[in-house]
């Protein structure tokens, strides 16, 4: 079985200063990881992935996240916040070894920056 | 390109009426997706679709809940009857093959908002 938690239902965070929205996953192979983002009366929008290779995955609008493996954990980040970057955003797993599953999403953050 | 297509984007009707939503997915993908989203529940995956073939459907919450795609530009999602609890934002998504195994992103279409009154 998959999984995928975001303990933080909100994340508020002042404009200009770092955010971090926290994920992590349990598979019982290796993980697909993805990050999205979802605004008002829009379905959700692909932000970024990490599939294999370098840990550190760069994404649209300035985002990253990074894999730890050992930690299970797929936290996205961005170094400067904009009050545009307010949406509630989705973590999801798939497993590369498992064959047919589709993915499994998170409960969502919403994130909140203030001007 | 066009994105993903739901149709309509608002429904209001009365509990037992016959509900039909529509997708059309991005043109070349052939994996289909039809989620509910709701505040308790969260995103819940119902349905999906491999080259028109239904492979997963232990989300479809009972037998009121059927969804069909009868070639790879359409599909729909249907409730007959509808109950006030069916009432919830459905979204269509699609995705190249690789989809399926997590491989591949997932585009969304934006979303029927359904009321059951």
């Known amino acids: 079985a998959q999984s995928v938690a975001q303990p933080e239902d909100q994340v508020n965070v002042a404009e200009g200063n770092p955010l971090t929205v926290k994920c992590t996953y349990s598979v019982s192979g290796n993980p697909y990881l993805f990050w999205y983002v979802q605004y008002p009366n829009r379905g959700l929008q692909f932000l970024l992935k990490y599939i294999t290779g370098d840990n550190l995955v760069k994404g649209s609008y300035g985002f990253e996240a990074e894999f730890n493996k050992s930690q299970t954990s797929f936290h996205l980040k961005k170094p400067s916040a904009l009050v545009s970057d307010s949406a509630l955003y989705f973590c999801a797993v798939g497993d590369k070894d498992t064959g047919r599953r589709a993915l499994t999403f998170g409960s969502g953050t919403r994130l909140q920056v203030q001007p | 390109d066009a994105g993903v297509i739901q149709s309509p984007r608002h429904e209001v009707t009365e509990m037992g009426q016959e509900v039909t939503l529509r997708c059309k997915p991005i043109?070349?993908?052939?994996?289909l997706f039809w989620y509910r989203q709701t505040m308790m529940r969260g995103l819940e995956l119902l349905i999906y679709f491999n080259n028109n073939v239904p492979i997963d459907d232990s989300g479809m919450p009972e037998d009121r809940f059927s969804a069909k795609m009868p070639n790879a530009s359409f599909s729909t999602l249907k409730i007959q009857p509808s109950e006030p609890r069916d009432s919830a934002v459905y979204f269509c998504?699609?995705?190249?093959?690789?989809?399926?195994?997590?491989?591949?992103?997932?585009?969304f279409g934006d979303g029927t908002r359904l009321s059951i009154l």
């Open positions: 043109s070349g993908h052939n994996s």
């Open positions: 998504a699609s995705s190249h093959r690789q989809g399926a195994i997590g491989n591949q992103p997932q585009h």
